[in-house]
């Protein structure tokens, strides 16, 4: 259906020439905006409907006094299904530091939840299949769980802002949650709305960043230069997704043009993760509660982590 919306608009009603590059560009961004944008809401409807009595606050509160092992597995499970950005990390590492929470599990948290979302994995199936998609997702996880450790390692209490220790938040009174059907139609509906509203422009960028790829950069130079895996693609990938800022459901269509051309899938991956986790944005907003050399330390863990996954997909692609 997306494709003969795709083919209707750019062949049949703009005259454009499915040999040219224009015509294949506007045939992927209108195909892309509407497939991404029916699941958008769809599945942010969905999972808020199942998530209308999770909140920052909750998760602090699932987190807060369990062992240290089980409360890291916990807070990179509840980062993966929770729809936070890094517009969320300053607030949410001032309620886990003011909770209590050691810093190794709150680094879990803040890697897990925007690397990987319930949107991008939905497209992500329909790209990679179940098989390559649950690899990622499982590599996302295996990720948050061991940077968050590693940073625990390094004692990172010493490198965070003076203020946030002296914060106390204190426990407000939470009103109940309307858990009736209507309440959580409406709290879904509110998602949709807050969530689609933020990152639409994400989204329409990553789309517009695909198409382009998809019909104006030629296949030749990407068999030669990305489509072999060559190692240096990866750390390539990882450099170019740092200085970008996007969320994972926003670096889709540039994940699907890039397979289309045949670019190594570790390759793209390296890129989806670092965009999403590892982007100068986010690092700029974490400064707000950490010292450089804290974020310095958290950035090349990360790197780290996402050229061996990256290297490993190429590797068993």
Same mark, same amino acid.
């Given at each position: 259906?997306?494709?003969?919306?795709?083919?209707?608009?750019?062949?049949?009603?703009?005259?454009?020439?499915?040999?040219?590059?224009?015509?294949?560009?506007?045939?992927?961004?209108?195909?892309?905006?509407?497939?991404?944008?029916?699941?958008?809401?769809?599945?942010?409807?969905?999972?808020?409907?199942?998530?209308?009595?999770?909140?920052?606050?909750?998760?602090?509160?699932?987190?807060?006094?369990?062992?240290?092992?089980?409360?890291?597995?916990?807070?990179?499970?509840?980062?993966?299904?929770?729809?936070?950005?890094?517009?969320?990390?300053?607030?949410?590492?001032?309620?886990?530091?003011?909770?209590?929470?050691?810093?190794?599990?709150?680094?879990?948290?803040?890697?897990?939840?925007?690397?990987?979302?319930?949107?991008?994995?939905?497209?992500?199936?329909?790209?990679?299949?179940?098989?390559?998609?649950?690899?990622?997702?499982?590599?996302?996880? #295996?990720?948050?769980? $061991?940077? @968050? +450790?590693?940073?625990?390692?390094?004692? %990172? *209490?010493? =490198? /965070?802002?003076? &203020?946030?220790?002296?914060?106390?938040?204190?426990?407000?009174?939470?009103?109940?949650?309307?858990?009736?059907?209507?309440?959580?139609?409406?709290?879904?509906?509110?998602?949709?709305?807050?969530?689609?509203?933020?990152?639409?422009?994400?989204? #329409?960028?990553?789309? $517009?960043? @695909? +198409?382009?790829?998809?019909?104006?950069? %030629? *296949?030749? =130079? /990407?068999?030669? &230069?990305?489509?072999?895996?060559?190692?240096?693609?990866?750390?390539?990938?990882?450099?170019?997704?740092?200085?970008?800022?996007?969320?994972?459901?926003?670096?889709?269509?540039?994940?699907?043009?890039?397979?289309?051309?045949?670019?190594?899938?570790?390759?793209?991956? $390296?890129?989806?993760?670092?965009?999403?986790?590892?982007?100068?944005?986010?690092?700029?907003?974490?400064?707000?509660?950490?010292?450089?050399?804290?974020?310095?330390?958290?950035?090349?863990?990360?790197?780290?982590?996402?050229?061996?996954?990256?290297?490993?997909?190429?590797?068993?692609?």
């Amino acid at each position: 259906m997306f494709t003969e919306l795709g083919d209707a608009v750019a062949y049949s009603l703009l005259g454009l020439s499915p040999e040219g590059s224009l015509g294949p560009a506007v045939q992927f961004f209108v195909m892309d905006t509407a497939k991404i944008f029916v699941l958008l809401v769809a599945v942010i409807y969905v999972m808020g409907l199942l998530r209308a009595m999770i909140s920052p606050e909750r998760v602090r509160e699932y987190v807060r006094g369990k062992p240290k092992g089980a409360a890291r597995s916990l807070a990179v499970g509840l980062g993966a299904v929770t729809p936070f950005c890094s517009c969320s990390s300053v607030p949410l590492f001032i309620g886990f530091v003011e909770a209590g929470i050691p810093l190794g599990v709150t680094f879990s948290f803040l890697i897990a939840s925007p690397m990987i979302n319930e949107v991008a994995v939905v497209l992500l199936v329909g790209i990679l299949g179940w098989k390559l998609t649950a690899m990622y997702v499982a590599s996302g996880l #295996v990720v948050a769980y $061991a940077g @968050g +450790a590693l940073m625990e390692r390094l004692r %990172p *209490e010493r =490198w /965070v802002a003076d &203020y946030v220790w002296k914060i106390r938040m204190g426990e407000t009174a939470r009103p109940e949650a309307d858990t009736s059907l209507a309440g959580r139609h409406r709290f879904a509906v509110g998602e949709v709305k807050e969530i689609v509203g933020r990152i639409w422009k994400w989204v #329409v960028a990553g789309i $517009a960043v @695909g +198409a382009a790829f998809h019909g104006f950069v %030629p *296949e030749a =130079w /990407v068999s030669e &230069y990305l489509a072999g895996g060559q190692w240096w693609t990866v750390p390539a990938a990882v450099v170019l997704g740092v200085p970008l800022y996007a969320n994972a459901t926003g670096v889709i269509p540039v994940a699907e043009a890039m397979l289309a051309k045949e670019v190594a899938v570790g390759t793209v991956l $390296a890129l989806m993760m670092a965009i999403a986790a590892l982007s100068l944005p986010e690092i700029l907003i974490l400064r707000k509660v950490l010292h450089w050399k804290a974020l310095a330390h958290y950035a090349a863990i990360l790197a780290g982590a996402f050229m061996l996954v990256g290297w490993g997909f190429n590797l068993a692609a």
